[in-house]
């Protein structure tokens, strides 16, 4: 039989001779800004410069993000300058990794997260087809003709002893006219919602995940949300995959996100 895993691979490359290694549309913010900052660093930047920007750039990031503690720690390092250098090359290359774009965005959908930071960002009105486990969704938008777009989602919750565990996985439709609203008429397993506008905290990472991955990236997630009490979370996390599970380790990309909102006034 094959594989989920495979068939998520053939369904992704439905288009990919046409985007093939193209990337999304390229984010902005503060973590563009670090990147370029490093990325500017002369040749001949001693070692008490590469420190200071080391730190420039760590302070345009929130604390709570992988890039900012790296950045921190070769603030306060006494390596000398092409230690740094080096060091400070593989936080710039990651802050300004492009993912690979197998499929499309659905209408309105932000760009991705720079691997290694955490920014809030909102999503429109959407559609999603929702289900417990791959072959539905597949054979869902396969009678539908529903094209296949990025990121596939995956919803978690957590088990009596604490531990996260999967409960959904759903494939957004390109547009949030496309369907109809409701469950499948062929399966009942799946079924189709409409989300409104909803904003969340994101972080982007690299490689490859699993549940221990999401478990950390949850947890950076939360101490963000302690550090900024003007927003409360409103779900539980969510896993935002957007490469194939074929796609090579180094070019893998997801985000770890959870739903947020302003936290009512004192």
């Known amino acids: 039989m094959i594989s989920s895993l495979l068939l998520w691979s053939l369904l992704l490359a439905t288009g990919a001779e ?3 290694e193209k990337t999304f549309a390229p984010p902005t913010g503060p973590g563009v800004e ?6 500017k660093l002369p040749a001949e930047a001693t070692a008490d410069e590469l420190r200071k920007a080391a730190a420039a750039a760590a302070a345009l990031l929130a604390p709570q993000s992988p890039a900012a503690e790296t ?27 492009q993912p690979l774009r197998e499929a499309e965005l659905p209408a309105g959908f932000p760009t991705f997260t720079p691997p290694g930071v955490i920014e809030l960002k909102t999503y429109p009105i ?23 777009t990025a990121p596939v989602r995956m919803e978690y919750g957590h088990a009596d002893d604490g531990k996260l565990k999967q409960e959904s996985m759903a494939f957004y439709y390109g547009d949030p006219q496309t ?10 397993s799946v079924k189709t919602v409409e989300a409104g506008e909803q904003t969340v905290v994101a972080l982007g990472q690299r490689g490859r995940w699993n ?36 796609t090579p380790t180094a070019r893998q990309f997801f985000e770890i996100q959870l739903p947020v909102e302003k936290a009512a006034d004192k």
């Open 18 to 20: 046409e985007n093939q």
């Open 126 to 148: 959407h559609r999603r087809a929702v289900a417990n486990e791959f072959f539905a969704l597949f054979g869902h938008i396969t009678r539908n003709k529903i094209a296949m």
């Open 179 to 188: 369907g109809s609203v409701g469950v499948d008429g062929d399966d009942d």
């Open 34 to 39: 670090a990147a370029a900052m490093l990325e």
């Open 71 to 97: 950045l921190a720690i070769l603030a306060a390092s006494t390596e000398d300058a092409n230690q740094l250098r080096a060091k400070l090359n593989k936080v710039q290359d990651e802050l300004a990794f």
């Open 211 to 246: 549940r221990d991955v999401v478990a950390a990236g949850e947890r950076r997630l939360r101490a963000w949300l302690d550090a900024n009490p003007d927003y409360k979370a409103t779900g539980d996390v969510v896993l935002m995959g957007y490469n194939s599970p074929m």
